[in-house]
């Protein structure tokens, strides 16, 4: 997997592993430009997130990184950011990264991907909690302030799936991220969780190669181990689809490889 651009660290207070572990399990797994995009602050849900106090040692030691490993791989900088309105911070929005990652993880306050949080599935309509999320993606492209969406079916994750047609509730979110010029990540986490699957499923990346959305890849790796672990899955996955090129960013600039 030439690019992996979504990977956490230990400042998100759910991941474990060194820096440097991360990086030398994905020189291994022979990629060439590989990112980190840990969960940036917010004052909402503290909990699993760095504080703003701390935004300046991560990228510190990003680039510190980004300089040892400089002949191996190319290391990039950048924060996956969650869309809440209100919540979103300038000191977020405008550092000097490589990318920013947009990213849904709440329904009205929910934060429906946590197993603390799962049985309040048990109380919701699914389908109007499935429209609900990507009504949310929908209102994060048009914003036009992130380059990359993140895992964009994250809501299949405890396999709690819609009556509705999926390509039908997702197809305005798909039309927003094509018309703010996104990148859409194939992101192999899903094969971790109960849903055992991609993000996003096979038919939305059909949905999306129809609409020449372009396609880049990430682990999400909360450990080290997790780099790269199902890379040939999702690699497989987007040629079979079509895909000839995937997309890395330098500096908020999209640049084609050859996958």
């Not at 040692?57 to 950048?78: P, R, V």
């Not at 977020?92 to 603390?116: C, M, Q, R, T």
């Not at 849903?195 to 080290?224: C, Q």
Request: some cysteine.
């Amino acid at each position: 997997m030439i690019v992996d651009l979504h990977n956490h660290t230990t400042l998100c207070n759910h991941a474990e592993g060194k820096i440097s572990q991360y990086i030398e399990n994905a020189i291994k797994n022979g990629t060439k430009y590989f990112g980190f995009s840990d969960h940036a602050p917010m004052n909402f849900d503290k909990k699993y997130r760095m504080s703003f106090e701390q935004m300046k040692g991560y990228e510190k030691d990003i680039l510190e990184a980004k300089k040892i490993y400089k002949e191996d791989i190319e290391i990039l900088l950048g924060y996956e950011v969650d869309y809440l309105l209100g919540y979103m911070d300038d000191r977020v929005l405008n550092a000097k990264v490589d990318y920013l990652i947009g990213s849904v993880h709440f329904i009205d306050g929910w934060g429906f991907d946590n197993p603390e949080f799962i049985g309040k599935y048990e109380t919701q309509n699914i389908d109007e909690i499935w429209q609900k999320y990507f009504d949310s993606i929908k209102e994060m492209a048009q914003t036009n302030l992130f380059d990359i969406v993140g895992h964009l079916d994250l809501i299949k994750v405890f396999k709690f799936m819609p009556n509705k047609d999926i390509v039908e509730i997702a197809k305005e979110a798909l039309l927003a991220i094509k018309n703010a010029d996104m990148t859409l990540e194939i992101n192999m986490a899903g094969y971790r969780k109960p849903i055992k699957e991609a993000y996003p499923s096979k038919a939305l990346l059909k949905e999306a190669f129809k609409l020449n959305i372009p396609i880049t890849f990430g682990s999400d790796a909360h450990s080290p181990e997790q780099v790269g672990l199902f890379s040939d899955e999702i690699v497989s996955l987007a040629k079979e689809i079509g895909y000839k090129k995937c997309v890395v960013y330098k500096d908020r600039e999209k640049i084609f490889l050859n996958l």
